[in-house]
């Protein structure tokens, strides 16, 4: 059977939060002895009630029966993770941090008003490997990566608080609070590419979260062999955490480029599977002073791009405690700004959003550390 990579422990119980379809079908298999295709209406069934209704009791799902109801809540859980914290912008932003396991906390944000809806930045990773030099993440050192529940785990979490499950029937598009999801919280997503996969296949299906992969949006500093795969496993947006227009300046800002150099970071955006002027790649681009905010960056910039269907994002840089830089005065923004529309890319200038609370783009990062195998055998024999 299909293992379930669930590590919100309960006790007596395996946790079904955040199981894929094909997980559900092979443990109902498993534990009940079904035929396969018994099997399979029953993961459906159960599938549909996690997800589309945001079910967190087997007696809700009123299309099971009474007694297989019982089984199924004395064999599986269906547990959220604990919410350590929520905090609220001024400007409505979102921030939650969340326990995944003793000592293992991440964070994500729901920003209102962003995409059609909101959008809510999730986490892939517990802090980093990357080390850029202008995010707050970076200075935190990887502990591991999120399973895919766990990602799945955050929009649940999420959705529980913006109240936005459906009580009967399809949802209601006009309704929508949560209508994208981004992938930039903390981690590199293509470093965990196989557990974003599979979160995205659950928060995708139309039998449950219902998102539009055209809604996904998946950014990389730019670890160019996945590239591809995540095109073809995904068919997500990409967006590309580029920064620097040469690869002395992006060696400094964004170190992966001394692996990975932009000649070849461009090559897998020309070549990225579906790009198209319908589906635009977004450069990602922090506006730092004095760094990389010139005229003569402007117009090296939209000679880089040339011949990529591109949007390009440009971010005012969010302050951290101890970072050597400073964000670039809004005037030399709205400059950069103007070089680029005028060569007919479109270049939205990011609003920042969640300063107040430490949410903006590049201030996630929790207290979580990575433990030495040994620490974790001591504090279990206790």
Known sequence: MAELDLTIDTPTAANLAGATREELRATFADAFGLDPKKARMRA?????????????DFEAMTDIAKEMRSDLSERFAIQR??????QVSKDGTRKY??????GVDVECVFIPDVGRAGALCVSSQVGCTLNCTFCHTGTQALVRNLTAAEIVAQVLAVK???EEWPTAGPVDERERRLSNIVFMGMGEPLYNLENVAKAMDVISDGEGISLS??????????VVPQMAPLGDQTSAMLAI?????????RNELVPINRKYPLDALLDACRNYPGVSNARRITFEYVMLKGVNDSDAEARALVRLLKGIPAKINLIPWNPWPGAPYE??????????????????YAS??????????????????SDSVKKRAGDVRREAAV
């Open 81 to 86: 993770l604990k919410m350590v914290e929520r």
């Open 97 to 102: 941090l969340l326990e995944l396991s003793p």
């Open 348 to 365: 939205p200038i990011r609003t920042p959003r969640g300063r107040d609370i430490a949410a903006a783009c590049g201030q996630l990062k």
């Open 44 to 56: 459906n069934q159960v599938f549909r009630w996690l997800y589309h209704y945001g079910a967190t």
């Open 213 to 222: 992969r055209r809604r996904i949006t998946v950014s990389t500093s730019g």
């Open 327 to 344: 964000c670039s005065p809004w005037e030399r923004i709205e400059a950069f700004a103007d070089i680029v529309n005028r060569a007919g």
């Open 241 to 249: 955490s580029l920064h620097a227009t040469n690869d002395e300046l």
């Open 160 to 162: 529980d608080d913006l």
